[in-house]
């Protein structure tokens, strides 16, 4: 049995987890900025670093679309202490204007801390396993900056979750 604190701990994390697809969905990107600590790294594709480097691409992205939607999965959470990971399967659909909308199968690998009694995003990795054009035509694929999915040791997450079991033996 869990103890209360990694209960409230896992609904913490799952409701940030959520607040992140709610906000980024409205471009409300400073309900984006609480979901990260301020020194969090991101791997988004075709961005890589910082917090305000990432919200500077939501915003230049943003007029590029019409419309984007997550659909989020229930996370495999592993907390230990102050600190958890969390791998969230979604289903993004993207609206390019002018372009047909595109759904991919994305899993987000985050890494969470506890800070002043706050849990959130530390580093996430935003890994893509598959997507598809509205339509049936194929997409372009997407950049080759985006990490992709794999089996066993050649998944992104795996050296994520391999933190988690490290720090379980602790």
Known sequence: MHDLDELASRLEIQ????????AV??????????CYHPDAYDDHGRYKGDLDGLLAYFDRLADKLNS???????????????????????????????????LQGLRYADRFERRTGQWRIAHRLVILDWEHAAGGEPPLPSAPEWLRG???ENDPAYALFGEARAASTR
């Open 15 to 22: 409701n940030v987890i959520a607040k992140y697809a709610h």
């Open 25 to 34: 969905d409205r471009r409300d990107f400073e309900t984006v900025r609480s």
């Open 68 to 102: 984007t939607f997550h659909l989020m999965g229930t996370p495999y959470i592993e907390v230990k202490g102050d600190t958890a990971w969390a791998e969230t399967f979604a289903v993004y659909r993207r609206d390019l204007k002018g372009d047909v909308p595109v």
């Open 150 to 152: 794999g089996l066993g």
